[in-house]
T-cell receptor, first 113, second 114 residues
Framework: KAGVTQTPRYLIKTRGQQVTLSCSPISGHRSVSWYQQTPGQGLQFLFE???????NKGNFPGRFSGRQFSNSRSEMNVSTLELGDSALYLCASSGGRELNEQFFGPGTRLTVL | GDSVTQMEGPVTLSEEAFLTINCTYTATGYPSLFWYVQYPGEGLQLLLKATKADDKGSNKGFEATYRKETTSFHLEKGSVQVSDSAVYFC?????????????FGKGTHLIIQP
């Protein structure tokens, strides 16, 4: 069974631009969560989607948004990029009997210049 | 709110030494507890988990016991190897497939010297 895949793996943007990151969950998983990892703040929950609906959102500004498609693939978008948005963005999927168990992708490394 | 506290390190040990990484938590509900490991340049891998009090999670020689009375989930390994060098994250999620994501500790950087 293929794991969680994220594209692209690396991305360089400049301040003020916007960016879209993509995540494909494990086949059969309907829940996708996004996390931001930075050296200063550690791992922080961004949002979770289940069956195309956002179930919960972490404490991030409205510049951070996401969506989920009918095939469970998810995208997250960051608009008006700031230097502080430079981070590793991790996607995790869960499903089946173990809804609390999340499987992570390799992440997308975003650098904002 | 929920929180996880763990030693940040770096923790440096010699090969074959005994490892303990402490983890304590506060949670508004009844959490499931996890240890994740992150190798350089990679995402997180689930190492072990426990879903109720007194459960012991184990994998690859690592163990952790869910202690509700002390709100702890310490990670242990009897004999570490150089390949165990990584960052270890303790995490919780309130049970019931809850709408909140995982709450992570800051991570413990483990360095094993040959």
């Amino acid at each position: 069974k293929a794991g969680v895949t994220q594209t692209p793996r690396y991305l360089i943007k400049t301040r003020g631009q916007q960016v879209t990151l993509s995540c494909s969950p494990i086949s059969g998983h309907r829940s996708v969560s996004w996390y931001q990892q930075t050296p200063g703040q550690g791992l922080q929950f961004l949002f979770e989607y289940f069956s195309e609906t956002q179930r919960n959102k972490g404490n991030f500004p409205g510049r951070f948004s996401g969506r989920q498609f009918s095939n469970s693939r998810s995208e997250m978008n960051v608009s008006t990029l700031e230097l502080g948005d430079s981070a590793l963005y991790l996607c995790a999927s869960s499903g089946g009997r173990e809804l609390n168990e999340q499987f992570f992708g390799p992440g997308t490394r975003l650098t904002v210049l | 709110g929920d929180s996880v506290t763990q030693m940040e390190g770096p923790v440096t040990l010699s090969e074959e030494a005994f490892l303990t990484i402490n983890c304590t938590y506060t949670a508004t509900g009844y959490p499931s507890l996890f240890w994740y490991v992150q190798y350089p340049g990679e995402g997180l891998q689930l190492l072990l988990k426990a879903t109720k009090a007194d459960d012991k999670g184990s994998n690859k020689g690592f163990e952790a016991t869910y202690r509700k009375e002390t709100t702890s989930f310490h990670l242990e390994k009897g004999s570490v190897q150089v390949s165990d060098s990584a960052v270890y994250f303790c995490a919780l999620r309130v049970s019931g497939g809850g709408a909140d994501g995982l709450t992570f500790g800051k991570g413990t950087h483990l360095i094993i010297q040959p």
